[in-house]
């Protein structure tokens, strides 16, 4: 597994994003999220060592910009650079998460046609109303490998009729002192729709308020994960 973020920062765009991570990092360290600045890792898939070979070694999931969107607008001017090297490496399977999937057709290389097969893009929902908007459009890509995320998860929703075509849909709640609570009857309600539509579904963490058998509990970030490993629901 590598980390690839070709830039940083991002801005706040739908009801998900009220409790970012990467948000609340920079405030903490005086950084201003809002400006998207390229890294210095910039080119990391096709970086070599003295010897000439990748750093990156082959046959490992690279995850890509996970403190940033890979679609924000203002990458618009890089990422066909990124294209190009995610094309040098089919050696490597390229991931990245996006709440902007409405740009994607914007976005795509010339060469695209039914999309690459060394990258899985993941779509990113909260509630019904981006789930429908979003999901609506993500459906009729042309995109190998999809993933739905429903992380945060805010409110109980179905996402049934768009699974078609999907590989795999990720729950998780929100972590933060004033997160929104994630109700265990919302996470079993999507296990199902992934069940019906023989999709693969994982539970990937509690939120710090979750509810379950209508009893209210605070976990700590370090249990978010764990709690939800615990479960046992993955299928
Ligand atoms: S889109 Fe993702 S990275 Fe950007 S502000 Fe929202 S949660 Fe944060």
Redesign the pocket.
């Known amino acids: 597994m590598a980390m690839w973020n070709p830039w940083r920062g991002?801005?706040?765009?739908?009801e998900?994003?009220k409790f970012?991570?990467?948000?609340k990092g920079d405030s903490k360290r005086g950084v201003n999220?809002n400006n998207v600045v390229k890294t210095n890792n910039f080119n990391a898939p096709i970086e070599q060592n003295k010897q000439g070979q990748y750093k990156i070694k082959s046959g490992q999931t690279v995850y890509l910009c996970?403190?940033?969107?890979f679609l924000?607008e203002d990458a618009d001017q890089w990422r066909n650079d990124c294209w190009s090297m995610m094309r040098e490496r089919p050696d490597l399977h390229f991931i990245f998460?996006?709440?902007?999937i409405e740009r994607f057709m914007h976005c795509i290389p010339d060469d695209w046609n039914g999309g690459y097969d060394n990258v899985t893009v993941g779509c990113?929902i909260e509630n019904q109303d981006r789930a429908d908007f979003r999901l609506s459009i993500f459906s009729k890509l042309p995109i190998i490998h999809k993933n739905i995320i429903c992380q945060p998860l805010i409110e109980p929703i179905n996402i049934k009729k768009n699974l078609n075509d999907v590989e795999l849909v990720v729950v998780g709640g929100e972590s933060d002192y004033n997160a929104r609570p994630l109700n265990y009857d919302w996470v079993l309600s999507i296990r199902e729709q992934c069940i019906d539509k023989n999709v693969r579904f994982e539970f990937r963490q509690c939120g710090t308020h979750f509810i379950k058998d209508n009893k209210n509990y605070t976990l700590k970030v370090r249990e978010l994960c764990s709690q939800a490993k615990k479960a046992n629901i993955n299928c």
């Not at 991002?10 to 739908?14: I, M, N, P, T, W």
């Not at 970012?20 to 948000?23: A, E, L, Q, T």
């Not at 996970?66 to 969107?69: E, P």
């Open positions: 991002c801005r706040k765009y739908s998900g994003c970012c991570y990467i948000h999220t996970f403190s940033t969107d924000i998460l996006t709440k902007r990113t």
